[in-house]
């Protein structure tokens, strides 16, 4: 019965003009059990996960895109995301979210256990009670079937670290034996704990952590992935300069090829548990994001976080971030803030 079955279903597809495998043994991307989309989101980070049918949306990306977003899982045919990540509660990773939170049925949500001080963090929190929801705070090693995938919670250790990117929900997605790597804005703190923790960190497709700045994947944490895939999400023209060029360079150093959405727009990556495959070809340009603009270097002194007591360039991806109520603006030395207690930002290296 079953077989007459697949040879009736067989026999409508070549009918209709569609076949599984139509030149190679490569099977045609809408027909890829598992699916790892890089919205193209600009500054910020979007990544739909698909395995069987069911979906899990890592970050929404921010305002800008939101209802691109929303169109785009329409357009796909999507009615419910059985998972949703926030992988920290930076604007440019939660804001898509509460338009999603909207829009569709989500079954469960994975977000790390603190609270911002943002109105962006108080709208996405107030939107998931509104749906009824319970956000879940997962510790490493707790995992979730996603169809007969599995979503595999790495990090972060505890939701404590100074700096809010290190307290990204870090995942293992595994479908058959591909796996890919997200870590959402994790520097190279979160990093280094990852490798501690002694689990299993290659993948065949790493996204990026921090999009690609220079204070993550550092070379030891490449060495543990080990990726022949990497997607790189960030804004063309972006004032941060991300991919970074020691980034980049880490990551050809690795052999691996690279896919940024700066250059190519959206990248899906297909598998089928075996093979993996992409709706374009990698990149070929290697060249850094834009650098920093020069006026706001040209600024002087350093912003100062007064609780995380570091220091940073008033370019610094954190400042934009930093709380007023913890930001200070100064103008001593770098010598000076040291012997004061501050330590200097890992990312932006002032
Ligand atoms: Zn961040
Ligand atoms: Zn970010």
Redesign the pocket.
């Known amino acids: 019965m079953k077989r007459i079955g697949i040879m009736i279903l067989l026999a409508c597809l070549i009918m209709t003009g569609c076949a599984f495998f139509p030149n190679q043994e490569k099977p045609p991307a809408q027909t890829a059990p598992c699916t790892v989309e890089m919205l193209d989101v600009g500054q910020g980070l979007c990544i739909l996960v698909q395995m069987d049918g069911e979906y899990l949306l890592y970050d929404g990306g921010g305002r800008e895109t939101s209802s691109y977003v929303v169109r785009h899982l329409r357009d796909l045919g999507i009615r419910e995301l059985n998972y949703m990540i926030a992988s920290?509660y930076?604007e440019?990773?939660i804001s898509g979210l509460v338009g999603v939170l909207s829009a569709f049925e989500v079954g469960h949500v994975l977000a790390p256990d603190y609270e911002a001080d943002t109105k962006i963090f108080r709208s996405f929190h107030e939107k998931v009670l509104e749906c009824g929801l319970e956000p879940d705070s997962p510790d490493p090693g707790s995992s979730f079937p996603l169809g007969s995938g599995e979503i595999l919670i790495l990090g972060p250790e505890q939701y404590d670290d100074p700096v809010?990117?290190n307290r990204?929900i870090a995942v293992m997605l595994s479908y058959g034996a591909f796996r890919c790597l997200i870590t959402?804005?994790a520097e190279q703190q979160e990093e280094a704990n990852l490798v501690v923790s002694g689990r299993d960190l290659s993948a065949d497709l790493y996204v990026a952590g921090?999009h690609g700045s220079a204070s993550a994947s550092t070379p030891a944490f490449i060495r543990s992935v080990s990726p022949r895939y990497v997607f790189f999400s960030c804004g063309e023209g972006n004032a941060y300069g991300h991919p970074s060029a020691k980034t980049l360079q880490t990551v050809q150093d690795a052999g691996a090829e690279i896919f940024r959405t700066d250059r190519q727009g959206g990248v899906t990556a297909y598998s089928d548990g075996t093979q993996t495959w992409f709706s374009v070809d990698p990149c070929q340009d290697w060249s850094p994001g834009n650098p920093l603009p020069a006026a706001s270097s040209a600024a002087g002194g350093y912003v100062l976080n007064k609780r995380s007591m570091r220091f940073h360039r008033p370019d610094c991806?954190s400042v934009r971030?930093m709380s007023p109520s913890n930001r200070e603006d100064s103008k001593a030395t770098r010598e000076e803030l040291i012997a004061q207690g501050y330590r200097p930002c890992g990312a932006c290296n002032p």
Do not use: A, C, V, Y
């Open positions: 920290h930076d440019d990773h809010e990117n990204s959402g804005d921090h991806d971030q």
